[in-house]
């Protein structure tokens, strides 16, 4: 087992679909203990269910625009755990009118919301996480999309965050490597989820993505669950700052 005796927090839950629920799936068949957050009231039921399936989850709110519920997260698990070993960020959010039409119509409030949800989370999280891990080392990983690296119709200002996310990882990789604590990224290719709904057109990108990508199929969750237990396992202990595309070798596409 890749992960036997690690304590993972996964933040991004919001329904069975959600890739994060993919990943914590697998990190709890690799033998990892998990903390799980829901974003509010309204997401707690579904989440309570996946982690009815867990040994021993702790069930935690945790909205990252709300700095006291972010501490009160890490001070529960700073009580319960003593440590942490995994931190997985699986959170974006915009304005589903942000992610249609021309970029250029973005508003300042909209690219601000994208950024602080989607991207300054990271960072925030991360500065949180580094006491519980810096004793021992520990793993971060975080999901972006080729969005972040090239123009993707209507994918707009999350793009942009996307960016700002990657490049907020490496810094972090490089700040915090001295504690022996890895930040690495995973871009997952398209997957049907709630956040993914959003995104004007996005069956005809899921289509398109399935019929030119080298493997000719959609990637899931399990997918990007798999890959991401690797990286918080210490199969991947020199590898930090990277990125692991999930996405059936779509980016690697020219004409
Ligand atoms: N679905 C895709 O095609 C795809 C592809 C590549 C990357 N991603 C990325 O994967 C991650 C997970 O998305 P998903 O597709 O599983 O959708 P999802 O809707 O299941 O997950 C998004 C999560 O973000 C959370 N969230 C939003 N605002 C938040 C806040 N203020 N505080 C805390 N949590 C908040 C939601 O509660 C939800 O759990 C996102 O970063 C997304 O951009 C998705």
């Given at each position: 087992m890749l992960l036997k005796g690690k304590k993972i927090l996964v933040l991004g839950i919001a329904n069975h679909r959600s890739i994060a629920a993919g990943i914590a799936k697998v990190c709890a068949e690799q033998g990892a203990q998990l903390a799980l957050t829901y974003l509010n009231d309204r997401f707690r039921k579904s989440v309570e269910k996946i982690a009815a399936d867990f040994e021993d989850p702790l069930l935690l709110p945790c909205d990252v625009n709300d700095d006291e519920q972010v501490a009160a997260l890490f001070a529960t698990l700073q009580e319960k755990w003593g440590r942490l070993d995994g931190l997985v960020h699986s959170i974006a959010f915009a304005n589903q009118d942000d992610?249609?039409?021309?970029?250029?119509?973005?508003s300042r409030d909209g690219f601000m919301l994208a950024h602080n949800i989607s991207a300054y989370s990271l960072p925030l999280l991360a500065n949180h996480a580094k006491p519980l891990m810096a004793e021992h080392g520990g793993a971060i990983i975080c999901m972006s999309y080729l969005g972040g690296e090239r123009v993707v119709s209507n994918y707009n200002v999350m793009g942009v965050a996307k960016a700002s996310l990657e490049m907020s990882a490496k810094y972090l990789a490089a700040s915090l490597g001295q504690h022996n604590i890895r930040v690495n990224i995973v871009s997952p290719g398209p997957i049907k989820t709630l956040a993914a709904s959003?995104?004007?057109g996005f069956r005809g990108i899921l289509d398109e993505v399935k019929e030119r990508n080298p493997l000719k199929r959609n990637v899931d969750p399990n997918d990007v669950g798999n890959v991401s237990a690797f990286l918080l396992s210490d199969f991947s202990s020199a590898v930090t700052g990277e990125t692991v595309h999930v996405d059936a070798g779509y980016h690697i596409l020219g004409m």
């Open positions: 992610l249609k039409g021309s970029f250029e119509e973005t959003g995104i004007a």
